[in-house]
């Protein structure tokens, strides 16, 4: 029988903690690829080109963040004047580096 509905969750594993298992298995392969890192690398020089480069794509999206596109919106109604020159000085100062 489950617990009644609005009744707050006690016990169990604490929000952000990792799973045991999965904890357990990121360790397991950490270990392995630390120990036969040269064999992997001597593996991976070996690969054909466009091999090689499909490989390091698949493996960057562990290491390096996804980007996410980042929206904002503007009200230049509500802006003063100081504040709309800095907003085109920022938006414009590359633009003599070109």
Do not use: C, H
């Amino acid at each position: 029988m489950g617990r009644t509905k609005g009744t707050p969750k006690t016990g169990g594993r604490t929000k952000g903690k990792p799973n045991k298992v999965t904890a357990d298995i990121k360790e397991f392969f950490a270990k392995v690829l630390t120990k036969n890192q040269k064999l992997l690398e001597e593996d991976f020089k070996e690969m054909e080109a466009a091999d090689r480069w499909r490989i390091a794509e698949k493996l960057a999206q562990y290491v390096i963040p996804k980007q996410r596109a980042v929206e904002t919106t503007i009200n230049f109604e509500q802006l003063s004047d100081e504040q709309l020159d800095s907003v085109i000085n920022e938006l414009t100062k590359n633009l003599d580096d070109e």
